[in-house]
């Protein structure tokens, strides 16, 4: 008699597809055992888990990156995160990943709103970054400021490390499970762009224990203000209506932005 695969074998079929194999192991097997969970059949199983991790990060990358050739690019950039060919480049590296790709049109009046009061920072954690670091140049940054960063994506990790080396910024990226747990480094901001509707996705509790365990003076958090298909739906007031549930409660100081497809809360604490 055939014996049922082991959670193990499950794990390392999910990860056999190209697009699985840079997702963090651990992310994968949590979501592959929920899934297991539901007593689907074999092949269902490996594909809802595929599903699941496509939603929460594959879905905002359209076309396969090769970090590669980002890197040697990257050496030949003047190590000035101001110079214009530095600026270029992060532009186009940044249409890449829809979230960022979204962020564009607004990049400098979406940071200067929302951050530059705050301004120079001295240190940031980029929980869930995607490609946001890459928007370096366009920070209220102190000389000298750490800049950390943490996302699912190995091979982006390994790229933002580059990138934060070729700048001589102290802070690192580094691989997280954010549904697991919150880096402990204590930051004056946090960023938290985009990213509760994607881990709500695995855990419906994942945005209200992560504003409250993030250890941030300031947290910026945000929401799409339309899906990925370009649709509005109602989405702003869906999810500020979801965010003041996730506050409510906390004695924390709020300010709200509205940029064009981005709805953002800066927690002050
Ligand atoms: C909508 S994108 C936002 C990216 C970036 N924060 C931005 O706004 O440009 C969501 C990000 O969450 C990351 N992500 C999904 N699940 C995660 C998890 N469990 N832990 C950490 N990051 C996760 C994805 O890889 C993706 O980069």
């Known amino acids: 008699m055939k014996t049922a695969p082991s959670l193990d074998e499950l794990v390392e079929m999910v990860r056999a597809g190209a697009k699985y194999q840079a997702i963090h192991p651990d992310l ?5 055992e929920q899934e297991l969970s539901k007593g689907r ?24 990156i090769d970090y590669a050739q980002w890197t040697k690019e990257l050496r030949d950039l003047p190590a000035d995160l101001s110079a214009q060919a530095v600026r270029e480049v992060c532009l186009r590296w ?14 400098e009046d ?13 240190s940031v954690y980029d929980y869930a970054c ?9 920070l209220p940054l102190a000389p000298g400021a750490a800049y950390h960063a943490c996302d699912i994506y190995a091979d982006q990790i390994g790229f933002l490390n580059e ?21 402990d480094t204590p930051v004056q ?18 945005g209200a224990r992560l504003l409250a365990a993030i250890p941030a003076e300031h947290l910026l958090v945000s929401f799409p203000a339309r899906s990925l298909g370009g649709r509005s739906k109602g989405m ?9 549930d996730l506050i409510a409660g906390q004695n924390w100081r709020v300010q709200r932005y509205e940029f064009p497809t981005e709805l953002a809360f800066l927690i002050s604490r």
Not at 236 to 244: I, M
């Open 110 to 122: 979406f940071f200067r709103q929302t951050l530059g009061p705050l301004g120079p920072l001295r």
């Open 130 to 138: 995607g490609l946001n670091p890459l928007c370096l140049p366009w």
């Open 94 to 107: 940044m249409r890449s990943h829809a979230s960022t790709r979204e962020r564009l049109p607004f990049l």
């Open 41 to 64: 059949g074999l092949k269902d199983t490996v594909k809802a888990a595929r599903s699941k991790l496509h939603q929460m990060g594959g879905a905002y990358m359209d076309t396969s």
């Open 189 to 206: 901001v946090g960023l938290l762009l985009k990213t509760i509707p994607c881990l709500e996705q695995f855990d419906k509790t994942a």
């Open 163 to 183: 990138f934060f080396a070729h700048f001589r910024l102290s802070g690192s990226a580094n691989l997280c499970d954010l549904t697991a747990a919150v880096p």
């Open 236 to 244: 702003v007031d869906n999810y500020e209506a979801h965010f003041e």
């Open 28 to 32: 994968v097997r949590r979501v592959t």
